[in-house]
């Protein structure tokens, strides 16, 4: 079973200004082909179809408690999207009456990269790549083979980085750039966890690969306080009492990579602490939420009174 706590996995900066083609360069890390989508796809179907989990339960431990992981990837992307589209909050832009409609006050609209992110979405995020072609299940490798599979992911959170690494290079606002420096840092600890379950399996030093890409994480800005605080070093559960017995692979003696922070690997219960998701307000113009909002807001604050 999964559980949802009402946070992401890092604090995102309010953007400067609205910028959809930003936006649109995000969508890459959510709905391409190496994006955040594919990750938790390739995890979460692995984990459900693993065969021996008792055998192996390091193993599928580890796969299953990424995909976990994953699935707050998605949430941090689709909010870095949906906050860039839209840029800074007005206040109470809600209770406002969004103007007059027939002065086209999306205009610029119809020039923007990803059209259909504000036409069909309402400036939010969307499983489609940066071109928007839809994500789709031919991402998704799932052999029942735990060494392919998991050479598989080694070979997704390496091509991952390089996307990752390239759309960063194509940003300047802190909401794109806060998304691409933590995964960034949280990709690495992926490949090399991947790596690392083959070496226990296999022999192979396969983590003498990384970094693949050879992206110099302390180089860039926004990685520097994951660094800092030793998240490369770490892997959550995700679980209040699940999944520890991946410490035998991520763990156990083994230490950062050369180029990190040194330090010891370590299984972390539970998930990090996390940020604040950021509210996106109403735009009446753009008719979200609509009906009437004074009555829908009249009527959330008592059913949140009654609730308490």
Do not use: T
């Given at each position: 079973m999964f559980m949802r706590v009402d946070k992401l996995q890092a604090n995102l900066p309010a953007p400067k200004r609205a910028d959809p083609n930003a936006a649109a360069a995000l969508q890459e890390l959510l709905g391409g082909k190496y994006g955040e989508m594919s990750t938790l796809g390739n995890y979460m179907f692995q984990s459900f179809n693993f065969r021996s989990k008792e055998k192996l339960k390091p193993f599928y431990s580890l796969v299953a408690s990424i995909t976990a992981e994953e699935l707050g990837h998605v949430e941090l992307v689709s909010n870095g999207v949906a906050m860039l589209n839209?840029?800074?909050?007005?206040?109470?832009?809600d209770a406002m009456d969004g103007g007059d409609i027939s002065g086209a006050p999306f205009e610029d609209m119809k020039d923007i990269r990803l059209a259909a992110a504000f036409l069909s979405g309402a400036g939010g995020a969307m499983p489609v790549n940066s071109n928007g072609a839809s994500w789709n299940n031919d991402f998704i490798t799932t052999t029942?083979?735990?060494?392919i599979d998991l050479l598989h992911n080694f070979h997704l959170e390496c091509?991952?980085?390089l996307h990752k690494l390239r759309v960063y290079e194509t940003l300047t606002d802190p909401t794109g750039r806060e998304v691409c420096g933590y995964l960034l840092v949280r990709g690495s600890v992926h490949a090399h966890a991947y790596a690392l379950a083959?070496?226990?399996i296999t022999g192979v030093e396969i983590e003498k690969f990384l970094p693949t890409p050879n992206i110099p994480l302390a180089k860039?800005?926004?990685c520097q306080k994951y660094l800092d605080e030793g998240s490369h070093r770490r892997l959550y559960t995700f679980s209040p009492n699940d999944y520890k017995d991946m410490a035998g692979i991520w763990g156990n003696g083994e230490v950062a990579l050369p180029n990190d922070p040194p330090g010891e690997l370590e299984v972390v219960d539970g998930m990090p602490e996390g940020g604040k998701i950021?509210?996106?307000v109403g735009v009446?113009?753009?008719f979200t939420p609509d009906y009437a909002p004074e009555e829908m807001f009249e009527i959330a604050e008592k059913l949140y009174k009654k609730s308490r």
């Open positions: 839209n840029g800074p909050d007005i206040p109470d832009a029942g083979n735990v060494v091509g991952a980085r083959l070496k226990k860039i800005p926004e950021h509210q996106l009446p113009s753009a």
